[in-house]
């Protein structure tokens, strides 16, 4: 049965909302996790270990894909690897709405690294796309009290840096196009686990945590469940379309923050906040009826 044209470009579009979906819940297992005494350095090792080892299977019989282009293959890995290490020590570690509004400042890197790398260029109505998102990111997510949203301490930068490196992440996964997704994937929780340990060592936490088995079956079942679904959505998402696109979509991730925190939680959304979600989502509708281009190569 032959897919239609429609439907077949409505998929990375589900695709991208199915991952933005998980992403904006997954602060609440990382917080059950955290409280049982596994640090985000461990639970970061832990569940993309498992993760890693279920796409192992499925990519043997593409290892030579890892030769076409190398060097973007080893950027894609590092700057994924940092963007969620660093996302998980921010969210975990500093105030999550200021995390998320320095995070979400990573549609602007988008845009100047696909102009960069991928020379693609915006329309008039992606700009307002573009406006429109972060306009709906700034109304859900500013707070006079917090000041310019200007990084101040560590949890801050580590925001900010995960931002621009997941607007990297993204550019390359885009470039790569001669790599299939599952590759691309596998890849980039190796990178992830790289980063992961690297910083454990430096940061003096290589021993094994003494914590409840609870705690280390909830990580790898995070890791399977979890980040298998969650990273395999975006890459394929971002793979086939603009990254202007995929990145005003994946700020359905702020929707999905603040449904999960308002049902999970006792805060409340405000009337400021559905409005802010209310452009995120006119935004993300806009962006998914541009028509595709190819990607053209500088």
């Known amino acids: 049965m032959t897919v239609t044209k429609p439907i077949a470009g409505l998929i990375p579009v589900l695709s991208l909302l199915l991952g933005a979906t998980l992403w904006g ?7 059950v996790l ?7 350095l461990w639970i970061t090792a832990v569940s993309y270990s498992a993760a890693l080892l ?4 499925f990519v043997l019989n593409r290892l030579p894909e890892l030769g076409r282009q190398p060097l973007a293959l080893v950027i894609l890995s590092l700057a994924v690897g940092w963007c969620n290490v660093s996302f998980v020590l921010a969210i975990l570690d500093g105030t999550v709405v200021r995390v998320l509004l320095l995070f979400y400042l990573s549609p602007l890197w988008t845009v100047l690294l696909g102009r960069l790398f991928l020379r693609e260029r915006l329309t008039l109505r992606a ?3 573009l406006v429109l998102a972060l306009l709906g990111a700034l109304f859900m997510l500013w707070d006079h009290s917090m000041g310019f949203p200007w990084p101040r301490g560590r949890s801050d930068w580590l925001a900010v840096s995960s931002g621009v ?8 996964v885009r470039h790569l196009q001669g790599v299939s997704v599952r590759v691309k994937t596998e890849v980039s929780w190796l990178g992830v686990l ?3 340990f690297v910083w454990l060592a430096f940061s003096g ?3 094994v945590p003494d914590v409840p088995p609870s ?6 079942a995070l890791g399977v469940f979890g980040l298998v679904i969650m990273t395999l959505s975006v890459q394929y998402g971002v793979t086939h379309m603009p990254v202007y696109r995929s990145a005003v979509i994946l700020l359905f991730e702020l929707i999905a923050g603040a449904l999960s925190s308002h049902l999970l939680t006792d805060e409340v959304v405000s009337p400021r906040e559905w409005l802010g979600g209310g452009l995120i989502i006119v935004a993300a509708w806009l962006a998914a009826r541009i028509p595709a281009k190819p990607l053209q190569q500088a």
């Open 54 to 57: 279920v796409g192992t299977g």
């Open 194 to 196: 790289l980063v992961a």
């Open 165 to 172: 490196t997941f607007a990297l992440g993204n550019v390359m």
């Open 34 to 40: 955290e409280s049982l005494g596994l640090s985000g």
């Open 127 to 129: 700009r307002v796309v």
């Open 25 to 31: 819940v997954i602060w609440y297992p990382l917080r």
């Open 215 to 220: 705690a280390w079956s909830g990580a790898l």
């Open 205 to 207: 936490q290589l021993a």
